[in-house]
């Protein structure tokens, strides 16, 4: 077994203020698949393995009952970079300053989980690959092809218990996308996952860079189209006002939230969205976190 991490390397510990801030709404939707190997999710710790422009890291966070204190470690190849990121990791500086919502649901959602924050990872690559395997399929069977190709690509982190890195772009990159069908990936998948793995290093120098300069970029990656990118600029880059377009799921999530119709389109989640620039994607995790924590 292919170990990426080994128990004994140094790791780098700190201590991050992060006043005000639930991490575990934060984080919540990067384990919104189940059993990820690449990401554990606690009430109190999250450890997460992934892929940095230095290279493969881990980074953990552990936090106590009260808000405002983490203890952040990370080890591997890409601790210091993981290190650096971990205040964007957990929306240290999203500003909710100017988020006063006017309508009685949002604001009630908003007392209710006031400590979420939209975090932005910067980790291109894993989150490229994590969400072209969600594509145009249920969750459930997204997160057992993710688990599959994981454990087939990634490698193990020694010392903790089913903690893999993501797939290796380099090892990825050279396989031919019918041999994903083992992992029941189709083949539009499969080629996209490999197209981008082929310019993963490309991707790792996006980390830094604002989203609009990156973007043109990113579209010319087969298999990477509007849904994609929503949840790029979302997840890796943190922006509070993204709206992801095509999901199967989100506009009747916001409408019945908003005003309790049980069905709508993308239209009409813009339409209801509207008012709440440039926080709208904030409002789409109160409603998200709304539906899991009843």
Sequence with gaps: MDVAIREQEVRIVVTL?????????????????PSDPTMHLGPHEAIRATYTPEGPGIVGLAWGQGMGQLAVNASG????????QAPRLVGVHDD???FAPADRVVQRLWVRFTGDRVGATGTVWHDLAWTITQQRVHRTDAARQWRRLVHAYGAACEGYDNLYTPPDPDRL???????????????????????????AQ????FADQPYSEVERALRTIPGVGPWT????????WGDPDTVIPGDSGIPSLIASTLTGARRADDSTMLE???????????VLRLALAARTRR
Excluded: K, N
């Design 96 to 98: 909710v300053g100017d």
């Design 77 to 84: 190849d890409g601790a210091a970079w993981l290190v650096e």
């Design 173 to 199: 990159a050279r396989a031919a996308p019918w041999s994903l069908r083992a992992f029941d990936i189709d083949e539009r998948r499969a080629t996209a996952l490999i197209a981008a793995a082929r310019v």
């Design 229 to 236: 990118l929503g949840c790029l600029r979302a997840f890796t």
């Design 272 to 282: 209801l969205l509207e008012p709440y620039r440039p926080h709208r994607y904030r």
């Design 202 to 205: 490309r991707l790792h120098a």
């Design 17 to 33: 203020q992060a006043p005000g801030i639930d991490p575990s709404l934060v984080l919540a939707p990067l384990a919104m698949m």
